[in-house]
């Protein structure tokens, strides 16, 4: 008895085709990656941060195009100058600074 159903499933498993295995395109596609980072009187972390960022992002393969947005929550402090300061002396389109007015600023993530 135990034979009959060995060979009975040996039988469906051998009639069973599965899909064809898709091969990968020739030409990966291309995306798209932004990395939000809030910044709030962050002067002492800021540059080291978005350079810690920036150095992970060159390590990306090159079908995967990286962005650094930094959101300024109407900081107080020299945030701001320092991360534009940054990005006069890196002068490169992988970082940019969304500075929120200050009147949405201080409201949290959400309203933004």
């Given at each position: 008895?135990?034979?009959?159903v060995y060979?009975l499933?040996f039988?469906?498993?051998a009639?069973v085709?599965?899909?064809?295995?898709?091969?990968?395109?020739?030409?990966?596609?291309q995306?798209?990656?932004?990395l939000?980072?809030p910044?709030l009187?962050e002067e002492?972390?800021i540059?080291?941060?978005i350079?810690a960022?920036?150095?992970?992002i060159?390590?990306l393969?090159?079908?995967?195009d990286?962005?650094?947005v930094?959101v300024?929550?109407?900081s107080?402090?020299?945030s701001?100058?320092?991360?534009?300061?940054?990005?006069a002396h890196l002068?490169?389109n992988q970082?940019?600074?969304?500075?929120?007015?200050s009147?949405?600023?201080?409201?949290?993530?959400?309203p933004?």
């Open positions: 008895m135990f034979y009959l060979l499933s039988t469906l498993s009639s085709k599965l899909p064809p295995i898709p091969t990968p395109p020739a030409h990966p596609q995306f798209k990656l932004y939000v980072i910044m009187n002492h972390v540059v080291s941060t350079e960022l920036l150095a992970q060159q390590r393969p090159a079908r995967i990286a962005t650094v930094v300024n929550d109407d107080s402090d020299n701001l100058i320092l991360v534009s300061e940054l990005m002068s490169l970082l940019v600074v969304l500075d929120r007015p009147e949405q600023a201080h409201q949290a993530k959400a933004f």
